[in-house]
């Protein structure tokens, strides 16, 4: 059994992941939704094996047997792209691979909110994408990046473990570095990126202190930044960021946000009313007099969901706020908005008709990738 005929199938499919487990059928996330394919017989030791060695090179391996886990990327000529996790379970090899599009899609392809091309009109300071694991974050990522490339004549630096996107140069110049091929990690790499006169730097993931202080360094030095985190909303994005630093660079640390952090987008997928595919509640932060100030003050950060729901003249909405206009475009159903909602009173008086100052713009649809 060869892996490049699993991935041909789950392209097939429109699956985002393909998961590869021993003495398990391989199994496609579709929609969200984790799929057997029964048709294929059981995964034995052999298989993963085999598999997971096909798409490391020597350098890989090495790190694998080492170290138990390895990230990959790996390419098919006329196939795709696609991110590979190689880890080893129960003392056999498991891997789960994300299915990466060739095509950068737009920010109007995506339909993320109008906002977002204006947040990535931003000269300097920092922007997040958040989320869960497979919500959209590299996928939005990818889109600002490929706006800024087509839109100005920039130096573009991204630092990826691995590259997944590939970006071609159009008005910009992008130069993409990949940990442990191109460079030892995130915190260095930033840091040479300073002295490789960049406009624009993209850090594919703020993993630790080292990365979050040389990035909000970076930002701070005048240069765009652009990263993710696994965290599901702003608020959460703060205290996360904070909560990671020393107890004795807390204070700085907030004070440091609060200059140079331009927008958090924070992004979920929800399945959609005709069941072909899901849609992303977005919310979107962007820095004001007033969110800085809940930045620095540690009592006033869990304002910012306030002052995100009444801030929607600046851009802003919250997920609740996008839900309800999913709903009301009937992209997705009353009840599947109901589920995902952050606060169920105030969103049922908004199914109701009862005006809560939270309402604002459209969203749309988006693939199932991360």
Sequence with gaps: MLIND????????????????????????????????????????????????????????????????????????????FRCNVFQQRGTVGLVVRLIPLKIQTIRELLLPPTLTKI?????????????????????????????????????????????FLHRDKRSIVNQREIEVDALNFAGAIRAALRQDPDVILVGEMRDYETIETAVT?????????????????????????????????KQIRRQLASVLRAVVSLRLVPRADGQTR???????????????????????????????QGTTEGMQTFDQALFDLCQKGLITREEAARRCTNPDEFRMMLSGVDTGSRSGGMGSMPDLE
């Design 6 to 81: 699993l991935l041909k199938l789950a392209i097939e499919k429109r699956a985002s992941d393909l998961h590869l487990k021993v003495g398990s059928h391989p199994v496609l996330r579709v929609n969200g939704e984790l799929t057997a394919v029964v048709e294929h017989r059981r995964l034995q030791t052999e298989d993963t094996l085999n598999m997971a060695f096909s798409v490391m090179n020597n350098r890989q391996k090495q790190k694998f047997k080492d170290s138990f886990d390895v990230d990959v990327a790996y390419s098919v000529p006329g196939l795709g792209r």
């Design 218 to 250: 970076a930002a701070e030095t005048g240069h765009l930044v652009l990263s993710s985190l696994h965290t599901l909303d702003a608020t959460e994005t703060i205290n996360r960021i904070v909560s990671v630093c020393p107890p004795h660079q807390q």
């Design 279 to 309: 849609v992303p509640a977005v919310e979107v932060m962007v820095s004001t007099p007033f969110i800085r100030d809940c930045i620095v003050n540690e009592e006033k950060t869990r304002l910012i969901q306030g002052a995100i729901a």
């Design 120 to 164: 990535a009109d931003e000269q300097r300071g920092l922007i997040l994408c958040t989320g869960a694991t497979g919500s959209g974050k590299s996928t939005t990522l990818a889109a600002l990046i490929d706006y800024i490339n087509s839109e100005k004549t920039s130096h573009i630096v991204t630092v990826e473990d691995p590259i997944e």
